[in-house]
């Protein structure tokens, strides 16, 4: 599984943003995909993610209510809606998969990882 994060960039605190990641290769079957983020001097954390069948989302605490997760399923794109961004939101921002039929917001449980977009947040 090959994953294309994009849409990332340099705005001001308080705009809004919306990243995506097609996947694309061995893509059968509905992927379990997540958004997590590495900020600067910091180990990547969890973002965002949704269970196996779409119908809940889960959220970092410190995205509640700003960032929304969706999918389309016929495109293997997720995506992640920012508004609100914080000058803290700045990060590399990583779609990843799990071959898991769970959802998890653990890091070391994913096994397919993006190349990263950069979201840099000025104040």
């Known amino acids: 599984v090959q994953l294309q994060a994009s849409g990332g960039g340099l705005v001001q605190a308080g705009a809004s943003l919306r990243l995506s990641c097609a996947a694309s290769?061995?893509?059968?079957?509905?992927?379990?995909m997540a958004w997590f983020r590495r900020s600067p001097g910091r180990d990547r954390e969890f973002v965002a993610t949704f269970s196996q069948t779409g119908g809940y989302t889960y959220y970092a605490d410190s995205v509640k209510g700003r960032f929304t997760i969706f999918r389309d399923d016929a495109k293997n794109t997720v995506y992640l809606r920012m508004i609100g961004l914080k000058p803290e939101d700045t990060a590399v921002y990583y779609c990843?998969?799990?071959?898991?039929?769970?959802?998890?917001?653990?890091?070391?449980?994913?096994?397919?990882w993006g190349q990263g977009t950069l979201v840099t947040v000025s104040s």
């Open positions: 290769g061995r893509t059968s079957g509905t992927l379990l």
């Open positions: 990843a998969v799990t071959s898991r039929n769970t959802a998890t917001m653990s890091t070391s449980l994913y096994d397919y």
